[in-house]
């Protein structure tokens, strides 16, 4: 069937270098399905950045997966709450 899957992060870093890449993947079965690239917007900002994208998926052997990549010097790091609210990553079945 088909598969609605959503990831939404939040980059918490006040080391942030200006214009440098953010990119965020969603992975089906190992390979890259869809990514969101945008450019940092400098450093003390926190920014915003999601994804959704419907995927056909087998119920039972495919799976899916999310990673996040940066191109700027320092290590960087991402806002979370444990409700979930700034960064998550959800999945749904949308139709057979």
Not at 50 to 59: C, M, P, Q, R, S
Not at 69 to 78: D, F, G, P, R, S
Not at 81 to 87: E, Q
Request: overall charge negative.
């Amino acid at each position: 069937g088909k598969y609605l899957l959503s990831c939404s992060l939040v980059w918490n870093e006040t080391a942030m270098e200006n214009q440098k890449a953010l990119l965020l993947d969603i992975y089906k079965n190992g390979a890259r399905a869809k990514t969101s690239l945008i450019q940092s917007n400098g450093a003390g900002k926190q920014q915003g950045q999601n994804i959704t994208v419907v995927l056909d998926a087998n119920g039972s052997t495919d799976y899916f997966e999310v990673f996040v990549y940066h191109e700027c010097t320092a290590n960087q790091a991402l806002f979370g709450t444990s409700d979930g609210f700034h960064t998550h990553f959800s999945g749904a079945w949308a139709a057979p």
